[in-house]
Every structure is written in structure tokens, then in C-alpha cells.
């Protein structure tokens, strides 16, 4: 699909202007943090480099598998969201292992041992992506738009990111949240509560702009981009037809049933088409097809400086 010129307002980059890496070779690893959007099914618990049972949220490869696979050369992805994940449990309670335990695993499991995975602070790249499962838990009962709970969830984000730094980690990105509230799940809640999660999103992405601006601030070695999901998901609802969907935020049963991680092309004739003709799997979840347009922009903004016409993303 040709990324037309209006999808660069969808990249714009967030107030960290400076591109991630400006070798695409350097990048060896790209560790994933976060919950069902990124997640491959690892459940959280054990060590997890150990084979588990693959389970997708999009009926396909995540955003994070396709930055992964479409590099220029092929980066190693190693992936610690776990499906129902927040940023922290003692803040947004989920019943799952939030950002902290997520961190934890990476740091007994992957970070003492450079000979099973020989990353370091200049060939790999850390990706953290929470928020929606800490808004969709917390919105309806927060005050007002929910700026004093997203302000204790964020400051254990940076935390938690702060012992990432402290174990070698540089280079970072942030996604901010989708405008779920678009998709079934924030439609079915009604006028009232839609225009509150609505709401509820932008503090949350909000406040992680403003607190990564400070948290990478405060260091002189390390690098950062947020990337703004919620601005490109915006934009391609708006756009739904320009990029080849059917329907800005309707849902087909018979694939909101699918969780593999790879693309079945059977395709129920009582749909609009096959999975790729929707923007939303189910109520809550991306497709593939969304997630590719997510990677694209990621390594758009990453690459800034070395993306050229030969890049998977631009073809």
C-alpha cells in the first residue's frame, strides 16, 4: 500500500524531534514492552525466551512483529507484553504482569546473561506501550478526566523505565494510546461515558508526552520518541476508504474470533471482505492491516534520516 502524502500529518513527531537511530544497521534488538497490542501470547510468568503458545489480539502479525520483520536486516524481537497489562497494578489494578513485573523479567531473565542475548545500549531499542487497559479500568470512576490517577500511573512508568536505564537501555519508544473510544468498545458505552474515556485518553497521552519530554530531559546519554498512535488511528478512521477499509470501526464476529499470529486469507463471504478490509479485529483490538500503517509510521519516525523509497514500509 503507498503511504499517501496525508498520512505525514498522521507522523508527525511528538516535541523528541530527534530520530531514534540513525543507523538502521546498528539495531540488533527491539525489546517490546506493553499489553494485547503488542503481546505474542507470552503469559508474563517465567522466563521469556522460552517458547510459548502464539496468540495475537489482530488476527495477524502485531505492529511490533512487522517493525521487527521489515528492517532492512532483520532484528531479533523480543517480547514481554503480556495481554491485559497496565503500568502498574498498585495504580490500575488488571489482575495480569503490569509494566513493573514485565521489567523484572527482562532483568533476571535476559539482561544478566549477553552471551544468550548479546544486546546493548547502541544495537537495541526499547518499546513501551500502555495505557489502554489503565484508562478502559479507571475512566468511569475517575474524577473528571482522570488526571490525578493517569499522573501516579506515569510516574510509575518513568519509573519503571528509569530501571531500564539503569540496567544500559538508551534508546526508547513510546506509543501513546489509539482513540479506542472510536472503536465498539468506547461506542457501546454510550454518549455520556464515550465522550469520557474520549476524554480520559488524551490526559492520559497527555501526561506521558509531557513526562517523557522531562524524564529524557534529565538525561544527557539517552535518546526517546513518542510516537502519537492516537493521531494516525484518528486520521486513518477519518480516512478509512483512502487506505482500503471497508468500515471506520465495524467489526466482523467470525474474525474477532481469530487470536493467531498469522494471516488466515480465508474470508467469510457475510463480511465486508477479508480481515484486511477492517480497522478493528474486534470492539477493542487493531487488525493486521492497521498495524502495518502503526509499524510504517514507527519506523517512518525512527528512520527519519535513512528512509528512502527501497524502505518495505514506502512500497
Same mark, same amino acid.
Request: proline share 6%.
Given at each position: 500500500?503507498?503511504?499517501?502524502?496525508?498520512?505525514?500529518?498522521?507522523?508527525?513527531?511528538?516535541?523528541?524531534?530527534?530520530?531514534?537511530?540513525?543507523?538502521?544497521?546498528?539495531?540488533?534488538?527491539?525489546?517490546?514492552?506493553?499489553?494485547?497490542?503488542?503481546?505474542?501470547?507470552?503469559?508474563?510468568?517465567?522466563?521469556?525466551?522460552?517458547?510459548?503458545?502464539?496468540?495475537?489480539?489482530?488476527?495477524?502479525?502485531?505492529?511490533?512483529?512487522?517493525?521487527?520483520?521489515?528492517?532492512?536486516?532483520?532484528?531479533?524481537?523480543?517480547?514481554?507484553?503480556?495481554?491485559?497489562?497496565?503500568?502498574?497494578?498498585?495504580?490500575?489494578?488488571?489482575?495480569?504482569?503490569?509494566?513493573?513485573?514485565?521489567?523484572?523479567?527482562?532483568?533476571?531473565?535476559?539482561?544478566?546473561?549477553?552471551?544468550?542475548?548479546?544486546?546493548?545500549?547502541?544495537?537495541?531499542?526499547?518499546?513501551?506501550?500502555?495505557?489502554?487497559?489503565?484508562?478502559?479500568?479507571?475512566?468511569?470512576?475517575?474524577?473528571?478526566?482522570?488526571?490525578?490517577?493517569?499522573?501516579?500511573?506515569?510516574?510509575?512508568?518513568?519509573?519503571?523505565?528509569? $530501571? @531500564?536505564? *539503569?540496567?544500559? !537501555?538508551?534508546?526508547?519508544?513510546?506509543? %501513546?494510546?489509539?482513540?479506542?473510544?472510536? +472503536?465498539? #468498545?468506547?461506542?457501546?458505552?454510550?454518549? $455520556? @461515558?464515550? *465522550?469520557?474515556? !474520549?476524554?480520559?485518553?488524551?490526559?492520559? %497521552?497527555?501526561?506521558?508526552?509531557?513526562? +517523557?519530554? #522531562?524524564?529524557?530531559?534529565?538525561?544527557?546519554?539517552?535518546?526517546?520518541?513518542?510516537?502519537?498512535?492516537?493521531?494516525?488511528?484518528?486520521?486513518?478512521?477519518?480516512?478509512?476508504?483512502?487506505?482500503?477499509?471497508?468500515?471506520?470501526?465495524?467489526?466482523?464476529?467470525?474474525?474477532?474470533?481469530?487470536?493467531?499470529?498469522?494471516?488466515?486469507?480465508?474470508?467469510?463471504?457475510?463480511?465486508?471482505?477479508?480481515?484486511?478490509?477492517?480497522?478493528?479485529?474486534?470492539?477493542?483490538?487493531?487488525?493486521?492491516?492497521?498495524?502495518?500503517?502503526?509499524?510504517?509510521?514507527?519506523?517512518?519516525?525512527?528512520?527519519?534520516?535513512?528512509?528512502?523509497?527501497?524502505?518495505?514500509?514506502?512500497?
Amino acid at each position: 500500500m503507498k503511504l499517501t502524502t496525508p498520512l505525514g500529518i498522521a507522523l508527525i513527531l511528538s516535541p523528541l524531534q530527534t530520530p531514534l537511530i540513525p543507523v538502521v544497521d546498528d539495531v540488533k534488538f527491539i525489546f517490546a514492552f506493553g499489553d494485547s497490542y503488542t503481546s505474542d501470547g507470552w503469559n508474563g510468568y517465567g522466563d521469556p525466551l522460552q517458547p510459548h503458545w502464539l496468540s495475537c489480539s489482530t488476527a495477524g502479525p502485531t505492529w511490533a512483529r512487522e517493525l521487527t520483520d521489515n528492517m532492512p536486516r532483520r532484528a531479533r524481537l523480543i517480547n514481554l507484553a503480556v495481554s491485559g497489562a497496565s503500568v502498574d497494578n498498585r495504580v490500575v489494578y488488571t489482575g495480569v504482569p503490569d509494566f513493573r513485573s514485565q521489567t523484572f523479567s527482562f532483568l533476571n531473565y535476559i539482561a544478566p546473561f549477553p552471551n544468550e542475548v548479546p544486546w546493548n545500549k547502541d544495537n537495541s531499542i526499547f518499546t513501551v506501550s500502555f495505557g489502554t487497559n489503565d484508562v478502559a479500568y479507571s475512566f468511569k470512576r475517575a474524577a473528571s478526566n482522570g488526571t490525578t490517577i493517569y499522573s501516579r500511573d506515569l510516574d510509575s512508568y518513568f519509573a519503571t523505565v528509569d $530501571r @531500564l536505564y *539503569a540496567a544500559g !537501555a538508551r534508546r526508547f519508544l513510546f506509543n %501513546n494510546v489509539v482513540p479506542f473510544d472510536r +472503536a465498539l #468498545a468506547g461506542i457501546t458505552q454510550g454518549p $455520556r @461515558l464515550q *465522550a469520557k474515556l !474520549a476524554e480520559s485518553i488524551v490526559e492520559f %497521552n497527555n501526561q506521558l508526552s509531557a513526562k +517523557a519530554d #522531562a524524564y529524557c530531559a534529565s538525561k544527557t546519554d539517552i535518546i526517546c520518541s513518542v510516537y502519537d498512535t492516537h493521531l494516525l488511528f484518528s486520521y486513518v478512521m477519518d480516512n478509512f476508504r483512502d487506505f482500503g477499509f471497508a468500515t471506520p470501526d465495524g467489526v466482523c464476529k467470525s474474525y474477532a474470533a481469530r487470536s493467531g499470529c498469522t494471516v488466515d486469507p480465508a474470508v467469510d463471504p457475510k463480511c465486508l471482505g477479508p480481515v484486511s478490509a477492517y480497522v478493528w479485529k474486534d470492539g477493542l483490538h487493531p487488525t493486521f492491516a492497521a498495524d502495518k500503517l502503526w509499524a510504517s509510521g514507527v519506523f517512518g519516525q525512527l528512520f527519519s534520516s535513512v528512509v528512502t523509497e527501497q524502505t518495505p514500509y514506502l512500497a
